[in-house]
């Protein structure tokens, strides 16, 4: 299927990717809707849903009240009776606000009566655009931690679309955290594919022998850009691009570490108690006897994101460290 | 007033809440329920008055003191006591239970305990009917207590500004817990709540199963007309403690008193009489085979295996 976008023909942003997932779905399946604030007519915040009132109506596209819980409950319990409808966050940071009908009234439900809750939860989450404590943070830890809820948080374009797109078709509601700080900084050649990419796979980036960088998200492009910074010293890096964060494919990670035998992880999120922790958990697990080496975190600073850039800058990763770190791990 | 077959039934269903319920509180005291246990004595007519106003294939989103609506839509009793048991045929199979029961394929809702979090829920289900073209309806409940969550405030004001059809029931049934009316809300009148989210508010007797019916029936046919939702209080007293496990003795005794003389199931049964639906025998007879029906469930909920262990992590998500 060819890819619309409003942006030059020959190339696909993050959020043009998003944005043609999304149609795709709702074009292919009539019980998909969208609901959430400043959706319909300004189209999204972020302009990801622009033109989809036009194009889907205003029964499929719902301009809601700023009300999170609201209309989580609304779409939760429009699942229930079989509908699939995908509920856009302003930003991830206003998900606190909807914690108890996503914990619940989505997550547990399957387990507690049986019932499906095919919903998709879209939230742009991450730091780097001087939004400051309120509208930076990384909310995949508070949720990776409830059972029943799935978590993708894809890097690329392709995976952007295709990730979306299984999100919308799965039967569980998935919490889809897009990188605002990707949606128009990375761009691929079109026209792009939208096939499904399956949920709980990760992929390896870019291969390597010395070290394995786990990451997702923003992490991903600055572990391939230290990867090709290190290659040039003759340190291999192998780059493995999570991209669903629960259910974890643990399978990818422990035949990489095994592989080169050392393991750092990599996020935006702060340190203390962040996915990294049940990464790190994970390969101290499986790959104990494999290791050279003690397994390492780069994560954010235990601090709410500061708004000022040298603040923010000093508070969440950059590449120096992220080459520093891979460097110390493989040669020592 | 509604017809006598309809009245009639009415009644069976409220005075099987009712033989249910205490038969419950009395396999409470008896150790053989999980937990506390949750009832609606004096919400019968709420319960029953609001259910029977419906269509089967209308949603119901109840909570903990409205046994009667699920009874209405045909969960049998030994359903509920096997939810307090924790048993494997429960409607959560044991791995919810105790008050969380309620069955989707009778169109009811399983709440969980963060009333009223399923007032968002039944704007959902409104939604998704109106969304799949039929004219059904979503109603759904909480009490004067659960008003002061945000949930209340989002779901009536969702409803209210995508006109979907929805009836939102309050019972206000005098208690929070412990914590009294007057330390819940400075506007004891909920049904004036309604103007400021722009619908139709009416409070209503309810101990009067046949008026709660009549309001419940307007709401509804609004709803179904595409008119928007509305707003309902039937005022009542919570006549138990929260639970089996509280005394209640924080309720003044005159006020309990004043309550007490206006049982829901004696003033229907005096009504059916009245109106010649019923003579007093029949009267009785419909409250024996209640409270036969009770035990006789409760044996066969007390015969119902436990739930073992079984790929629990395997039911968490839907395939």
């Known amino acids: 299927m060819p890819l619309e976008t409003d942006g030059p023909a020959e190339s696909v942003s993050y959020l043009e990717a998003i944005a043609a997932g999304l149609a795709s779905e709702m074009e292919a399946d009539p019980d998909v809707f969208l609901i959430g604030e400043d959706v319909g007519q300004f189209g999204g915040a972020f302009k990801v849903t622009k033109g989809f009132l036009d194009r889907f109506g205003p029964r499929r596209v719902i301009d809601s009240p700023i009300a999170e819980s609201g209309f989580t409950g609304l779409a939760c319990g429009a699942a229930l009776m079989g509908l699939r409808p995908v509920v856009e966050f302003q930003f991830a940071d206003f998900i606190s606000c909807a914690f108890d009908q996503i914990i619940n009234n989505c997550s547990k439900q399957h387990y507690r009566t049986g019932n499906p809750i095919p919903l998709t939860l879209r939230a742009p989450f991450g730091a780097r655009l001087r939004a400051g404590p309120t509208h930076s943070q990384s909310v995949e830890a508070y949720f990776a931690h409830i059972p029943g809820l799935k978590i993708v948080a894809p890097a690329t374009p392709a995976d952007a679309a295709g990730l979306l797109i299984s999100a919308i078709r799965d039967n569980n509601p998935v919490l889809y955290l897009e990188s605002k700080y990707l949606y128009r900084r990375i761009e691929v050649p079109g026209p792009l594919s939208l096939d499904p990419v399956p949920i709980g796979s990760a992929k390896v980036v870019r291969e390597g022998t010395k070290v394995s960088l786990l990451t997702y998200s923003v992490g991903v492009h600055q572990g391939l850009e230290a990867a090709a910074e290190l290659d040039q010293e003759g340190i291999s890096v192998e780059v493995v691009d999570l991209r669903t964060l629960v259910p974890l494919d643990v399978a990818t990670i422990t035949a990489s570490v095994n592989k080169t035998s050392r393991a750092v992880i990599l996020h935006e999120d702060a340190r203390r108690l962040g996915y990294g922790a049940e990464i790190a958990a994970t390969v101290a697990e499986e790959c104990f006897w494999q290791l050279d080496g003690p397994v390492v975190r780069i994560a954010g600073k235990n601090t709410p994101i500061p708004t000022s850039p040298a603040l923010e800058d000093a508070a969440v990763p950059q590449l120096p460290e992220i080459i520093s770190t891979l460097r110390r791990v493989a040669t020592t | ?319």
């Open chain 2, 1 to 319: 007033m509604v017809e006598r077959d309809l009245a009639i039934r009415m009644f069976e269903v409220m005075a099987l809440m009712r033989a249910v319920e205490d038969r419950m509180v009395t396999m409470y005291r008896q150790g053989e329920l999980l937990g506390s246990l949750y009832t609606g004595h004096w919400h019968e007519a709420i319960a029953v008055g609001t259910a029977s106003a419906l269509r089967p294939t209308d949603v119901l989103a109840p909570l903990h003191r409205d046994l009667g609506a699920h009874l209405w839509r045909g969960l049998e009793p030994w359903q509920v006591m096997a939810s307090f048991m924790g048993k494997a045929t429960s409607p959560t199979g044991g791995r919810d239970g105790t008050l969380h029961y309620g069955r989707l394929d009778l169109n009811i809702i399983n709440p969980v305990s963060h009333i009223p979090n399923n007032y968002p829920i039944a704007t959902g289900a409104a939604f998704a009917l109106r969304y799949r073209g039929t004219d059904g309806v979503a109603m759904a409940y909480c009490g004067d207590g659960a008003s002061s969550r945000g949930d209340f405030h989002e779901a009536l004001n969702l409803a209210a500004v995508q006109s979907l059809p929805c009836v939102f029931i309050v019972e206000n049934n005098q208690y929070a817990y412990s914590t009294p009316l007057t330390l819940t809300t400075a506007a004891t009148d909920f049904a004036s709540k309604a103007v400021a989210y722009g619908m139709p508010g009416t409070q209503v007797d309810g101990i009067d199963v046949f008026a709660v019916h009549e309001v419940a029936a307007a709401a509804v046919a609004r709803a179904r007309a595409g008119d928007g939702p509305s707003l309902i209080e039937a005022v009542t007293m919570r006549m138990h403690g929260h639970a089996e496990h509280d005394p209640a003795d924080y309720v003044p005794a005159e006020l309990h008193e004043t309550w007490a003389k206006r049982d829901p199931v004696e003033e229907c049964a005096a009504r059916l009489t009245e109106l010649g639906y019923l003579d007093a025998d029949g009267v009785a007879e419909v409250r024996e085979k209640a409270r036969a029906t009770a035990l006789e469930h409760r044996g066969k909920a007390l015969g119902m295996p436990m739930p073992e262990p079984d790929d629990e992590e395997g039911r968490v998500y839907a395939s």
